[in-house]
């Protein structure tokens, strides 16, 4: 199709002059914003820009910063996560205790009695000043009376009465039911899901943390695995181990047989030749798949 010359030159001076109007009127208004003064997110907008105010939230949402980040919303640790769970777990956090020792935390422990009974996690009590702090602030001295080393319970004992002992719920929860840690405070300190049923957990082998060889003087110590409980103890590469517990120890074998019986957690008495001197050390027994490999070669 054939435009006349002056038909093609009208429409290109209009189009100009319209794209001349609107850099003007942008020209302007941006000027006109930076002639106002500032106004935050709270305050209605002046000069009569059209904008759109923010959405009212109909729910509390947690901020995204950038030091925490969006994931950390999707954490079950999130504060917002765990308040969820505040009336699930009802009052049963004033039944908590906290196990500490010289003033530091080491486990948390459930009120089993009124009048002063306390069961925690025996293994995660090192040796010290022992006390319990309970939900009304109170820390009071605490002592070990008893311990089940093959379900890792010990049973403690403060002077207090009228405390509110847990009560205890005897259905086992399926798989996929959700789980509450209590603290001190009317949140969980961590949630959970069940993911596995009750099983049948087999008395593991306890070791010592050395490797051993046949020899003249007892069992030879070859190699000592760092963190064990024969590093703890002080035993050295070429030592000889010859006694345990009072029974004679003459070879690798005989020193196995001597601690077959025991558990992990348990102190030792060995009797050791190191060069020209003999002495006697306390070392403690651990769980070979519990305590000892790393997780590389639990894999």
């Known amino acids: 199709m054939n435009i006349p010359y002056s038909t093609l030159r009208n429409y290109l001076l209009i189009g100009l002059s319209m794209a001349l109007g609107a850099i003007s009127a942008n020209s302007l208004s941006q000027t006109s914003k930076n002639s106002q003064p500032a106004t935050t997110d709270d305050e209605p907008s002046q000069g009569g820009q059209f904008v759109q105010e923010p959405a009212q939230r109909s729910s509390l949402k947690p901020s995204f910063s950038r030091d925490r980040g969006i994931r950390y919303s999707n954490k079950r640790s999130n504060f917002l996560m765990l308040r969820t769970f505040k009336d699930a777990i009802g009052t049963s956090w004033r039944s908590a205790a906290q196990i500490r020792v010289d003033g530091r935390q080491v486990a948390l422990g459930a009120i089993v009695g009124s009048d002063g009974w306390v069961v925690t ?148 008495r060995l009797a050791v030749h190191r060069a020209e001197t003999d002495f006697a050390v306390s070392a403690r027994l651990m769980d070979l798949a519990d305590e000892l490999l790393d997780e590389t070669e639990m894999e």
């Open 121 to 268: 996690k025996a293994s995660q009590i090192p040796s010290g000043n022992l006390t319990c702090r309970l939900y009304d602030n109170r820390e009071l001295s605490a002592d070990i009376v008893a311990q089940v080393t093959n379900h890792d319970l010990a049973l403690l004992r403060i002077s207090a009465t009228n405390l509110p002992a847990v009560e205890w719920d005897t259905s086992i929860p399926g798989r996929g039911k959700w789980l509450a840690t209590v603290d001190l405070k009317t949140t969980p300190r961590s949630v959970g899901v069940v993911s596995a049923g009750v099983q049948r957990i087999g008395k593991s082998k306890p070791v010592l943390g050395v490797h051993l060889a046949d020899a003249s003087q007892g069992a030879e110590v070859k190699r000592v695995v760092p963190g064990t409980g024969a590093h703890e103890a002080g035993l050295n590469i070429g030592d000889y181990i010859y006694e345990v517990n009072g029974v004679p120890v003459n070879s690798l074998a005989g020193f196995r047989r001597a601690i077959d019986t025991a558990e992990g957690g348990e102190f030792v």
